[in-house]
């Protein structure tokens, strides 16, 4: 038999990521609820009318489809098999909050602010740091037009990750109607806009004769690809950069100017970072209807500083996280013209990034103190003492059956704990082992907690 | 377009009942970490194969299949749709588990004990009180065969249930090989050795009458039935009945009554309720090899205490949860041959019944303080004024546009949010104001934090 694994693009969590993963999750959920967000959650899986045509782009081809089952299985297939699927697992948590709310509309606040965290499934093509179950973090508020809306979910987003340690985030804000109005302005043909948006989404990526060309070759005329990355090109400060927009798209964006102007003037000081209007930011998803945002640092990555800006100059950067005003969404699921906004924190990469950067602060030990057992004589008295230790405050783990004491200890240093003990049903004190020094301390039973507690370095488990 | 809904037997969870099932899920996961218990997690989805024949009984059929996708997809619609399906959801936690062992060996302790909390999918038929969705909380130990895992399992269950106010607690304690033994030796043939343990598992529900015709349609002997069932009615203590026991099965039997004997005898006082022999125990799942032991309290569900007792004088009893002792798993999935042993909480029924009892002791409220927002010119204030409030410790709600303060308190109090204060940009004092009393105080903007948290009865967010 082959060695067995989980499937293609999905992942095991061993003890160690696990509780790193945990940490991060905690840590988000914190900064989220301390703005007042509430925790609230979907099922993993949803009929699949929820799901299709509600402007989730790519997501939505990358549904995991659930098999029908008995009955309803053999009648599809008798049909010849187009209808094997009536639920698929959530692509996002965005969709899924668009149909809670149209279900539980008159349960919840009028203006609901709510943060899930938890998996989605996408069955995209597995490659490095692309993974086909992942946790998205999300928060959102439904119920209110006012921007802001915005301002308040761009600074819990820069918030959470400033908490956990980017110093060097920038907010990225534009807004949807906004960049197509833009786009036609320079005589872009409307059956290529959405290319233009894509193409040019990449100008951090690729150089900006990459784009033009791959334009050109669409069969967008090249003197409209050209007043568009020339535009694209001059930079400015955000105000001066919306008074350009302005001048291009007149009255038909002045709404959606205002709205980003008001935005940037009452999102208080950022914990760190800037908020810079980015005319040409575009957001992948179909169903945002206004403002959209993304958190970025500069993509260290590349250890050759040259190689961190690309031929135009542009900053090499890298996304930690996104959103965006998505008001008609709810509607098209047969609920209530309802506003909403949200943002999403790519957990996947700001991990990954944490764990390069040395960013985690959890306490890697699996317990605080270890009863090695001696003896199978000593088995009743290890588990009292076990129990008699955790109950002075310590998270203890007995030694499941009694094998050398030097295997025992090294287990335990294996799983980061520092203290032992020896599970001595006749010895009048316990003699407590620090296992790094192999140094001895004498204690009555009843000190062994706090005298413990008082040499650990940091607290167990997750928190910071 | 009719009122979208979650798919039948899911379940949304609003944002009150999201925070309980946070802290449930929290008290367990401290409980058991304070074991040493190490968190880990794998895919909600698994190869086919890891599933099949593993012996999860009537689970393995309830399995959620996921649907091949594009060209996989096609090939095996042309092949007759015999195999439309290569992944599955996960059933339970302990298939995977093993799995994830044969995996990772190499990169895990010898003696392995692990933790999972999430949730696993089965297509069970909806009814009261069963989810197609619903968590399970594992704890298993991998790698020994000491009898001391087994009465550290048991203690780590009995104390979680314990600490989540459960004093009313008992452990019934058999072994799986022990009753094959024992229901035949009553003459019941092989054949029927199964439906034995299942009908003889209901009499807490039923009467030793029904179950006694029921076994006799199904074609065993009368003089069997009756033999086995006046055994069963006959009462006595753990070490007397495992004599009992002994003196019918023999040696056959003895190497698991010595097992059950020494669990008997090292597991410590248990915090509450007792640990007891129960040879009739079958537990359902066919991968348990040895001890088997499920924690029950009785059933109060019916206010008529003469209801709580079957026609036989037994006490009806509701199941916690439940585990054992699951030797060859690991092997049967091409991983070695490694003993094992672990214990899962029935989480949705622990949930409901601590809701019924109001055994729940976390905060209500979605933030300790709300910034009224009087008019669109204090938005700017108002979410500076947020942050600065957050800085000094505060859960802040800054609510998102101009409204009417009454209507904004009024949303606050609904979320159970306790304070409030205006954002007033030019006001030189904070006037913070209790919603339930309506009674303000003037405070200087640097106080208001401590001032809040002195008057907090009980600590935001989940936890004991």
Redesign the interface.
Known sequence: ???????SG??????EQ??RR?ELVERIRRVY???????????????L??FQGKGGGENEKLM????K?GADLARA?EKG?TE??D?A?RFDHTVPLA??F???RT?????F??YQLG?V?R?DRPQRGRFR?FMQCDVD?LG??????E??VI?VAA?ALVQLGFSDISIRLNSRPLLGALVRSFGIPESHVNAAYIAIDKLDKVSTADVEKELVEKGVPVEAVRSMLDFESSQGASEARLDDVEKRVGDAGRSFLDQLR?VL?????L?AGRLVFDPFLARGLDYYTGPVFEVVIPDASKPDEAAQTTQGGRTRTMTLGGGGRFDGLIER???PSVPACGFSIGFERVFAIMEERGMFVASQR??DL?VA?PS?EA??F???L??DL?AQG?????????AKLGAQYE?AE??G?PFAVVADPKAAEISVRELSTRQNTALRRSEVGSWVRERLVSP??TGD
Chains 1, 2 share one sequence.
Do not use: C
């Open positions: 038999m082959p060695k067995p694994s989980a499937p999905f992942r095991d969590f061993l003890p696990f509780r945990s609820e301390s703005f007042g967000f509430q925790g609230m959650d979907t099922p993993a899986m949803e009929n009318a929820v995991f489809h659930v098999l089952r297939l098999g094997l699927s639920m697992l149909r809670y149209a279900t539980h349960e919840l606040p009028a203006v602010k709510r998996s499934w069955a179950e508020v209110s037009s006012s921007p802001m809306v301002a308040e600074l918030t008001t003037a009452i999102t208080p000081a914990p699921l047969g609920g699996a317990a270890l057992v199978a088995a009743e290890a588990l009292a076990g129990s955790r310590l998270a203890v783990d007995v030694f499941p059956g009694a287990l294996r799983k704990i167990k488990g």
